[in-house]
């Protein structure tokens, strides 16, 4: 981690813009994942865009029912599968692109990375045969960790992540559960049990695990079972 003290934004708030299922009516569900990020800082406000989706016609489509735009600083993939970042090369002319490592190429091990022109923001390098990056987002309650897939299990992808020194307050996306999957269940009411506030899922959670672990959540979220159209403001 930075031995430095970057700005934490004042507000933090995360739309979800694709995903396996519709929580706003109008919106088309798509297998994938991509949700919208926009940190308030005192000058100025960045947004980011974690995973692009399938296809750049239902993302633009769906941006449009919520009445949002894709003029972004930065987009974050999560992983070299196409209804992850199905459509990232057609804005690559126009933003900051930070790709996933190709699968079998990274053997780094686990680890963050600071994103350079985001002080505090932080790619979560996992040892993923598949290369999966997720992404850390500082709030005043602490870190807020994006996954895109968790494609080998949300306790393989990024348990390690918990047994360090951060304050994480929030998880968000894709876990990779089903409601027959205890192993996983299990390490997510864990973390609920010792801190994390907010647990968010989204893509590759069954309807039934999501509304199983939406009950685990001190944090007040509008969403019973949350999906394309749901919002998280912190």
């Known amino acids: 981690m930075s031995e430095k003290n970057p700005e934490v934004p004042r507000e933090v708030s995360l739309k979800v813009l694709v995903d396996d299922i519709p929580s706003v009516e109008g919106v088309v569900p798509a297998h994938g994942l991509s949700i919208l990020v926009e940190a308030s800082l005192d000058r100025e406000k960045k947004r ?4 692009t989706g399938p296809s750049k016609k239902i993302l633009e489509y769906n941006v449009g029912v919520l009445g949002e735009h894709t003029r972004v600083d930065i987009i974050v993939g ?3 599968l ?4 199905g459509c990232i090369d057609e804005y690559a002319e126009r933003t900051i692109i930070l790709r996933p490592p190709l699968p079998l190429r990274y053997k780094d091990g686990a680890r963050l990375e600071e994103i350079r022109f985001l002080p505090g923001f932080y790619l979560v390098k996992t040892s993923s045969p598949w290369g999966e990056q997720g992404l850390l987002i500082p709030t005043e309650k602490g870190y807020i960790l994006l996954a895109g897939c968790s494609v080998h299990g949300f306790k393989e992808t990024f348990g390690w992540l918990f047994s360090s020194n951060l304050r994480i307050f929030g998880v ?8 027959r999957d205890m192993y996983n269940l ?3 009411k864990r973390l ?6 907010l647990i968010f899922p989204l893509h590759s959670v069954s309807l039934e ?4 672990l939406m009950k685990l959540n001190r944090f007040p979220v509008d969403f019973e079972v949350p999906g394309g159209g749901s ?3 912190i």
């Open 48 to 51: 980011i865009l974690f995973d």
């Open 82 to 85: 196409s209804h992850h970042i």
């Open 209 to 212: 695990a999501r509304r199983k």
């Open 192 to 197: 609920s049990k010792k801190g994390v506030e």
């Open 231 to 233: 919002e998280i403001s």
């Open 172 to 179: 968000v996306g894709g876990l990779g559960v089903s409601s």
């Open 186 to 188: 299990g390490f997510l």
């Open 78 to 80: 999560s992983i070299h």
